[in-house]
């Protein structure tokens, strides 16, 4: 019932908006990775949020007299803020295990990654938050209905293979769409992420082995890493499923996606995670989905949330919820 009730606050909004502006035609390549970074800082709410396009309520400003409450678990147990002012102690060498949460809010104030796409190229509005789309790639994106971004439409009209069927988000999604905490598990031989999102898992071997030539296509690809320097931990996978989509956004990706994750250990308590994909078919070049994103340590006993796609509780919200407002 939890996630029930979830998935219907944050889909709520959209049910009756109708679809936005499609994307733009896709840019000539330019060589180098796209990234938001490279375009000019925004201030305030996106396109997307403003006036009556404002429908998914992006964020609010905070009531007058009211305080957040204090932060727990999934066990209801309190965790503790952080220490205001006070210095981290050093990023241990090759170490990058533990239990992250995303730091800070996105531009929509929310305090998840990738609810309107990936988090550094959000489908918000701005023409420069526009991945670099080849031809079939724009038709790819054209043909997804996402609830969420510039073409969303009604959740009844949706055929984003996660929410309509409950199908595995799949990777990239896992980084791009609705994280706000991972766990990293380390041994010499791999380095397992743990997903809150339907207790889901991957694993990244980290033995010396290279990477499928011709890989069988599964959900989450197959992934090899190695660390580059001290602190910084290089991610290369492939062989991920057509089926799924890049993000919340409805990106497209097909066989031929690479993508590269570097999780960076700032400090003892911070650490940022880049994520940058390539798709010579769907893509003119390289683009940053994700650019540092930063993350705090959380105590050793902090527990994980549980958040899972039941399909019993999905038929329940369509029949309540999506299909009466579309009717």
Sequence with gaps: MQNFLARAMIMVPVLMLSSFARAQAPPQ???????????????GLPPICQGEANRFNCASAKVEGTKDEPAVDSWGRPVAAPAQGQKSAPAPRHDISGTWQVDGADEFG????????????????????????????????????????????????TNDPLDKFCDPPGFPRDDLHRLDSIELLQTPQHVVVLYPRDKHWRVIWADGRELPKDPDPTWDGYSTGKWVDDTTFAVQTNGTDERTWLDNAGRPH????????RF???????????????DSKMYTKPWVALDKQPFRL??????LNETRCS???????DSLVSTPIVK
Excluded: C, W
């Design 29 to 43: 390549s330019s060589g180098t990775p796209s990234k938001s970074s490279e375009t000019k800082e925004h201030k």
């Design 264 to 278: 960076h250990r700032v400090d003892h308590d911070h650490m940022q995670l880049t994520v940058t994909l390539d």
């Design 254 to 261: 097909s066989d031929a996606l690479r993508v590269e994750e």
């Design 311 to 317: 399909p019993s509780e999905l038929a329940n919200y």
């Design 110 to 157: 929310f305090r998840i990654i990738g609810v309107f796409g990936a988090g550094s190229m959000p489908s918000d509005g701005y023409p420069e938050h526009e991945p670099p789309y080849t031809k079939e790639g724009l038709e790819a994106y054209h043909r997804n209905k996402p609830v969420f971004g510039m073409t969303a439409v009604p959740a009844a009209q």
């Design 298 to 303: 959380m105590p050793p006993d902090f527990t």
